[in-house]
C-alpha cells in the first residue's frame, strides 16, 4: 500500500472534498430521474454519495469527447483548437474506471487533446466494498478495490472510519489542503482494510466463465478463430453502444465541417462494429459480416496481441455493454457464451 | 434521451438508464441525433425567394411575403384554397398550433401531415374496428408475450429498441412469427418466417381466421361479449379454400395452419405490425383483416397481447391525436361532428369549417388542378417522401406560393418562395407522443441558430400578420390549452409528465395513463369484425414490368435523411441508394452485385446500385425511400386506398436494366 491517512469519520470527507474543491472544479456522481451521471458540483455542503451506482456514461468522454474540435480555420487562418480546461476533479471514480484511464492513458499519451484535459484532472477513487449489478472487474483484474492510477483513493470501513491512499504528489497536495494527517495504517485497520477487501471481492457472484473465454480467445493453437462467432453476427445491430458505452474503446473519425470558408475539423467517436469502419476506399472489407466485427471487437479486448502493449486485458468488467448492447451480446453474455462452449 | 451541452453546442449524446421504454440503450441514430443540429447547412434566416434565387430576408419581409400571399390565394378560391402540411418530427404542441391555425386562422380544413403515408389506414381501420387507432399495449408489454407475431414490420431495422425487446422475447422463449416478403433480420430469428408474396396480406390473414374457425380455436366467450358481427365474417369465411390460400400467398399451407394455431392457442400472444400493411391500395382494409385476427382470439384488453402498429417517426402519433388531419380536431373529435365542432368553437370564439378537408395527395391534385393556390409545408419534404416524385413536383410548381418550414434547404424548400427557418427539437420545448401513447416532454437545451424559431411561434406571429392572433405565448400555455379541448390528454400537465410521461387515455388529474387499451370494454363499445375480400395490388407484373418493386427503410437512416445524413458515421454506412435483388434475377437481368442499374415504370425511372441478396424472393426488388440521389418514388404507385387515401408504397411492376 501507499502512503496512507486515516479519517475517523466518513463526515471529515467533507473537509477534502472542500480542499479539492477550491483548487478543481469538482465532478462526482449523483443520481437523478435519468439514471446516475457525473455532475459538476458547486455546493460541496450537499453530502458525497457514497453508494452511487456506476453511471452508464463513464469517465472517458472528460479526456476524450464525443465531438472533439481539432483544427479551426477562417478563410487563410487556420488554428488548433487544443483544449484548456481548468483543473478538475473527478471525486469517486471506481476501480474499473481508474483502470480504464490507465489504458487509455497509454493509448492516448502522445494525442495532445487527450493529454491536456489528462494532466488537469485530479482523480479520486472510491472502492466498491459491495458488488454492483452487472460488474465482473474481479475476473479480469479490475477491481472492486483499485491498485493504480488515483491520485487519492478512499475506502469506507464498516466502522464508519475512511481509509485514504494516497498515489501521487497531487493527492498529497489536497490532503494538506485539507489537513489530513499522513500515517502508517496501524494493524487492525490494516486488517480491517484488508476484510472489506475480501467481503468486497466475496460478494461478487463468481463467473468462472470469464477467465475460460478468455483462455479460449488466446488459446495457443487457434486463438481467436477457435471461437465460433457466426452465432453472434445476427444479434449485432451495428448500433455502436457497446464501444460507445465501453471505457478503454478509443476509435474515432476525423469529419470536417465546413460553409464556405470557414469551417472546424472535427473527430467524433467511432466503432468498429459499424460496417463502413474498416471497409476501404477500392470496396473491399476485411470484416465483411456482422460476426467478424464482433470477432475482432472481442479480440481487441480480450487477445494477448494487445496486453502485451497496454499492460492489461481492454475489457475492465464494468458490464456496460452488457446494458447498451441491443442484442445482447454484451461482454458477460459473450463471455458465458464462450466460456460454456467447448 | 439525454443531450449533453458545451455552451451552444450539442457536445454528446447519452442513453437515459432509466427510461421504461429504451433503459439505457439507444440505436444507431440516437447515438448520432446531435450531428444534424449544427450542421453548417442549417438555415439560420428567413429566405425569399427573387426570381430564381432564395435570398436572406428578415422575419417581417418573410411574414409580410407570406401573409400577402395567404391573402391573395384566399381573396382568389376561398379559404379551402390554401392547404398546411403539419410535421410529425415537430412537437405536440406545433401540431396543435398548426390544426388551429388551419382551422381559425385560414379557415380551412386543408391540414394534414406524414401519416397519410404511413398510418392513416392503421386509423381508419382500427377506429372502425375498435374506436381507437393506436398501439393497444405497451412496449413494456412484449416482455410478458408468450408469442409475438410481427406483421410487415421490419422491427430490428425501423424500431430497433422495439426489435431488441422482440428477440428477448423469443430468448426468453416466447415464439416468433413473423410475416413478411422479406427475409428480414428478424425473419431469421423466427420460429416461423411466412414469406407471403407483396399484397397477399388479407388472404393469409383470412386463411388463418379461417382455420381458427374451423378448429374451434377461438375464444368463443370474447367473441359473445366483446365482440359483434361474429356472423357476418364466418359467412365470409365459408368454404374458404386453405389450398387456394396456399396458392395466393405462395405460403406453405402447413405453415399457415402452424402460425394460426400457435398464434390462437397463445394467451399471451402480441400482434405488431407496420407499413408492410398499411401502404397497400388496400391499407386499411389490411389492418381490419388483422383486427380480426386478434379479436376472434380474444388477444386484445390483455397484458402481453395486443393489436400495435408500430409509429414510424418520434411524434407521428402525436400529431395525429392534436388533429393534424383533415377530418378531426385533436384527440379525434370530428370536425362533422356538432358537439366537437361547437367545442371549439367556443373556446376560440370563432366560426370553423364543418367539412373535412383535402389529404396530402389530395392537396397535390387540387394544387396541379389550380383550386390549391398556396401551401404551407412544416418540416416535410413530400418531393423525396411522397409518391410518383414527377407528380409532386409538378404540383408544387403549380401552386401560386409555396412556403416552406424546415431545418434545412430540402428538396422541397428549394422549391419554395418563401422558406422559414425552424428550431429542432433540442432548442425548443414541448412533448412527443411515442408510439406506445405515451406522452413526454421535451425540454429547451440550445438556442436556435440565428433566427430559427419554434414551428408553432413562426404560426403564431404569422396569425398575427393575419390579424388572427392564437393567443400562444408557449409550448406550455398550447399545452394547457390543448388539454382543456382534449379527453384523451385531458389529465396531463408538464409538472406531471416530468419523470416518464403519461400514456393516454389520460383522462383527469388523477388517472395514472393507460397501458393496455380495452381492458374493460372498447373504445366504441363493442368490437366490429369486418368481412374484408382479397384486393390485389394496384399494378401487378407484366411482361413490359416484369418485376415488383417494394420500399423499406434502412437501420441507419430516418425518413428523407434531411437529418442523418448530416452525421458522418451514418452517412458512411450505406451506399446512396440501392436496390435489392435476388441472385435469380440478378442472373436473368445480367446483374452483378454493384452494378449501376435503371429501374423503370409506368410512371418513371431512377437510377441506383445492384445488391445482390436473397434477403428478397425471386420476383420481388427492394429499395430503401432515404437517398434524394436514387429515390424509389420516382417510380413507386400513388395508386389509393380508397378508405384511407394512403398511396401504395410497398408494391408497383417495375423493369429493370442494367446500364452499359
Redesign the interface.
Known amino acids: 500500500m501507499t502512503q496512507t491517512s486515516v479519517l475517523e469519520a466518513r463526515a471529515r470527507i467533507d473537509a477534502l472534498r472542500a480542499a479539492i474543491a477550491r483548487r478543481y472544479r469538482l465532478f462526482e456522481v449523483r443520481r437523478h430521474t435519468a439514471g446516475a451521471d457525473w455532475q459538476r458540483i458547486d455546493d460541496v455542503s450537499e453530502p458525497f454519495d457514497w453508494d452511487a451506482p456506476l453511471p452508464l456514461s463513464g469517465a472517458k468522454r472528460f479526456f476524450f469527447p464525443q465531438r472533439d474540435a481539432l483544427v479551426r480555420w477562417e478563410g487563410g487562418r487556420v488554428e488548433e483548437t487544443l483544449p484548456a480546461p481548468p483543473p478538475f476533479a473527478l471525486f469517486g471514480l471506481r476501480s474499473c474506471d481508474l483502470e480504464a484511464i490507465g489504458y487509455q492513458d497509454q493509448f492516448f499519451a502522445t494525442d495532445p487533446y487527450y493529454v491536456r484535459r489528462r494532466e488537469r484532472a485530479l482523480l479520486v477513487g472510491v472502492n466498491c466494498t459491495r458488488a454492483c449489478a452487472g460488474g465482473f472487474c474481479r475476473e479480469v483484474d479490475a477491481g472492486p478495490f483499485a491498485r493504480q492510477g488515483f491520485d487519492l483513493n478512499l475506502t469506507s470501513l464498516p466502522d464508519g472510519r475512511v481509509v485514504v491512499e494516497i498515489g501521487t504528489r497531487l493527492g498529497h497536495a489536497v490532503c494538506a489542503d485539507a489537513d489530513l494527517t499522513v500515517t502508517e495504517l496501524d494493524a487492525a485497520t490494516r486488517a480491517g482494510f484488508d476484510q472489506a477487501r475480501a467481503d468486497a471481492i466475496a460478494s461478487f457472484p463468481a463467473r468462472p466463465f470469464v477467465r475460460r473465454a478468455i483462455a479460449r480467445i488466446n488459446a495457443a493453437d487457434t486463438g481467436i478463430n477457435g471461437v465460433d462467432w457466426t452465432a453472434f453476427g445476427p444479434s449485432c445491430f451495428a448500433c455502436s453502444g457497446c464501444s460507445n458505452v465501453c471505457p478503454t474503446c478509443s476509435c474515432f473519425t476525423v469529419v470536417d465541417e465546413a460553409r464556405d470558408n470557414a469551417g472546424e475539423r472535427v473527430r467524433y467517436w467511432d466503432s468498429c462494429l459499424l460496417e463502413g469502419f474498416q471497409r476501404e476506399a477500392s470496396g473491399y472489407h476485411p470484416a465483411p459480416r456482422p460476426a467478424d466485427r464482433v470477432r475482432r471487437f472481442w479480440y481487441h479486448k480480450f487477445s494477448d496481441d494487445f496486453t502485451a502493449e497496454l499492460g492489461r486485458v481492454g475489457c475492465v468488467g464494468c458490464g456496460r455493454c452488457d446494458t447498451a448492447c441491443l442484442g445482447a451480446i454484451g461482454a458477460e453474455r459473450v463471455l458465458g457464451a464462450l466460456g460454456a462452449q467447448g | 434521451m439525454?443531450l449533453?451541452t458545451?455552451g451552444q453546442?450539442?457536445?454528446?449524446?447519452?442513453?437515459?438508464?432509466?427510461?421504461p421504454v429504451s433503459?439505457?440503450?439507444?440505436?444507431?441514430k440516437g447515438?448520432n441525433a446531435?450531428?444534424c443540429l449544427?450542421?453548417?447547412?442549417r438555415l439560420t434566416t428567413p429566405l425569399l425567394r427573387r426570381g430564381a434565387l432564395l435570398e436572406p430576408c428578415s422575419w417581417d419581409e418573410a411574414f409580410g411575403a407570406a401573409a400577402a400571399a395567404l391573402r391573395a390565394a384566399r381573396a382568389d378560391g376561398g379559404p379551402d384554397a390554401v392547404g398546411l402540411i403539419s410535421s410529425a418530427r415537430a412537437t405536440n404542441e406545433d401540431n396543435f398550433a398548426a390544426m388551429k391555425f388551419a382551422r381559425t386562422v385560414l379557415a380551412t380544413n386543408n391540414i394534414d401531415h406524414c401519416a397519410r403515408v404511413c398510418h392513416a389506414p392503421s386509423v381508419a381501420g382500427l377506429q372502425r374496428t375498435l374506436g381507437s387507432g393506436a398501439m393497444t399495449s405497451s412496449i413494456a408489454d412484449i416482455d410478458r408475450a408468450d408469442c409475438v407475431l410481427v406483421w410487415g414490420a421490419d422491427t430490428?431495422e425501423s424500431h430497433?429498441?422495439i426489435?431488441?425487446r422482440i428477440?428477448?422475447a423469443k430468448?426468453r422463449g416466447a415464439r416468433l412469427i413473423v410475416v413478411d416478403p422479406r427475409r428480414t433480420?428478424l425473419a431469421?430469428?423466427a420460429d416461423l418466417h411466412l414469406q407471403l408474396r407483396l399484397g397477399a396480406d388479407i388472404p393469409l390473414a383470412n386463411a388463418m381466421v379461417g382455420l381458427i374457425l374451423e378448429h374451434g380455436w377461438e375464444d368463443a366467450r370474447y367473441l359473445a361479449e366483446r365482440c359483434e358481427n361474429l356472423a357476418a365474417l364466418r359467412n365470409s369465411l365459408d368454404g374458404f379454400d386453405l389450398a387456394a390460400a396456399e396458392a395466393r400467398t405462395g405460403v406453405p399451407a402447413a405453415h399457415i395452419l402452424q402460425a394460426a394455431r400457435w398464434y390462437a392457442t397463445t394467451t399471451r400472444a402480441s400482434l405488431i405490425y407496420g407499413l408492410g400493411v398499411t401502404q397497400h391500395v388496400c391499407g386499411t382494409e389490411n389492418v381490419i383483416a388483422l383486427s380480426n385476427l386478434a379479436l376472434v382470439t380474444g388477444h386484445i384488453g390483455i397484458e402481453g397481447a395486443g393489436i400495435n402498429p408500430l409509429r414510424g417517426q418520434n411524434n407521428v402519433q402525436g400529431a395525429c391525436d392534436m388533429g393534424a388531419l383533415p377530418n378531426v380536431f385533436s384527440g379525434y373529435q370530428a370536425v362533422t361532428d356538432v358537439a366537437a365542432r361547437t367545442k371549439f368553437e367556443h373556446a376560440w370564439g370563432v366560426g370553423l369549417p364543418d367539412t373535412p378537408g383535402l389529404t396530402t395527395l389530395a392537396m397535390q391534385r387540387a394544387a396541379h388542378d389550380g383550386t390549391l393556390r398556396c401551401m404551407l409545408i412544416m418540416g416535410e419534404d413530400p418531393v423525396i417522401t411522397d409518391p410518383a416524385q414527377t407528380h409532386v413536383t409538378r404540383a408544387l410548381a403549380d401552386l401560386d406560393c409555396l412556403i416552406v418550414a424546415d431545418m434545412f434547404l430540402t428538396d422541397t424548400a428549394q422549391r419554395a418562395d418563401i422558406v422559414l427557418p425552424v428550431a429542432s427539437w433540442a432548442e425548443k420545448d414541448g412533448t412527443f407522443t411515442s408510439t406506445e401513447r405515451r406522452v413526454q416532454r421535451i425540454r429547451r437545451a440550445l438556442q436556435p441558430p440565428g433566427a430559427a424559431r419554434p414551428d408553432w411561434a413562426i404560426l403564431e406571429a404569422l396569425a398575427q400578420r393575419l390579424g388572427r392572433s392564437m393567443g400562444f405565448r408557449s409550448a406550455q400555455q398550447i399545452f394547457d390549452e390543448m388539454t382543456a379541448l382534449t379527453p384523451l390528454y385531458a389529465g396531463m400537465t408538464y409538472t406531471r409528465l416530468?419523470?416518464d410521461g403519461l400514456q393516454w387515455p389520460c383522462v383527469d388529474e388523477t388517472d395514472p395513463g393507460t397501458a393496455v387499451l380495452h381492458r374493460e370494454q372498447f373504445a366504441c363499445g363493442k368490437a366490429r369484425l369486418i368481412p374484408v375480400t382479397d384486393t390485389p395490388p394496384a399494378e401487378l407484373p407484366d411482361a413490359a414490368f416484369p418485376l415488383q418493386l417494394t420500399t423499406f427503410r434502412l437501420?441507419?437512416q430516418y425518413g428523407s435523411g434531411s437529418m442523418t445524413r448530416r452525421a458522418?458515421?451514418l452517412e458512411?454506412?450505406n451506399p446512396r441508394g440501392l436496390l435489392w435483388i435476388h441472385p435469380a434475377d440478378a442472373a436473368t437481368h445480367g446483374i452483378d452485385d454493384?452494378c449501376e442499374v435503371v429501374v423503370r415504370s409506368r410512371r418513371g425511372e431512377v437510377k441506383t446500385r445492384s445488391h445482390v441478396s436473397t434477403e428478397v424472393p425471386r420476383g420481388v426488388v427492394a429499395m430503401p425511400y432515404h437517398f434524394r440521389e436514387a429515390p424509389p418514388n420516382l417510380v413507386t404507385n400513388d395508386a389509393l386506398d380508397p378508405l384511407s387515401r394512403m398511396p401504395e408504397l410497398k408494391v408497383c411492376a417495375v423493369a429493370l436494366e442494367r446500364c452499359r
Open positions: 439525454l449533453g458545451n453546442r450539442a457536445a454528446e449524446i447519452r442513453p437515459h438508464l432509466e427510461h433503459r439505457g440503450q439507444l440505436c444507431v447515438w446531435a450531428q449544427r450542421d453548417p447547412a430490428t430497433p429498441i426489435g431488441a428477440l428477448s430468448r433480420r431469421t430469428f416530468d419523470r437501420h441507419q458522418p458515421l458512411r454506412e454493384g
